[in-house]
């Protein structure tokens, strides 16, 4: 049974830093791409970050470069969203998810692309 548990959300004032980790289980990291998603109240449900299988490639949405950084150990079976310089704006409750197997190089933008999803960590940035 694959299962996806998020970790390391809370209460931060704004430009504080959290780092969130997703361990994975059931499945072989090595073969997959992984990604970061985020959803505010009211919003859809949008990518943060996204890595290939190796961990060499990475995509940042616009309004994190430079913040936030997307890293994974396969061997450990795990997934990190660095965020530093958070801003309100960041609010929301954050998600792991894992592709089907993806051919190596390539990391995927759209949730359609993900089969696999963690329940979700609540980030909340006070002003």
């Known amino acids: 049974q694959v299962r996806l548990v998020e970790s390391g959300g809370g209460l931060v004032r704004a430009g504080s830093s959290l780092r969130l980790t997703c361990a994975a289980s059931?499945?072989?990291?090595?073969?997959?791409?992984m990604g970061w998603f985020r959803q505010a109240p009211g919003e859809e449900r949008e990518v943060v970050a996204a890595i290939t299988r190796s961990g060499g490639r990475t995509y940042y949405e616009d309004s994190v470069k430079g913040r936030f950084t997307i890293s994974r150990d396969n061997p450990w079976n795990k997934l990190w969203l660095q965020m530093n310089s958070l801003k309100p704006e960041d609010t929301a409750v954050y998600y792991c998810a894992a592709s089907r197997p993806a051919p190596g190089g390539v990391y995927y933008r759209n949730s359609s692309e993900y089969e696999f999803w963690g329940q979700g960590t609540q980030v909340t940035v006070s002003s």
């Open positions: 059931g499945l072989t990291l090595s073969n997959i791409a």
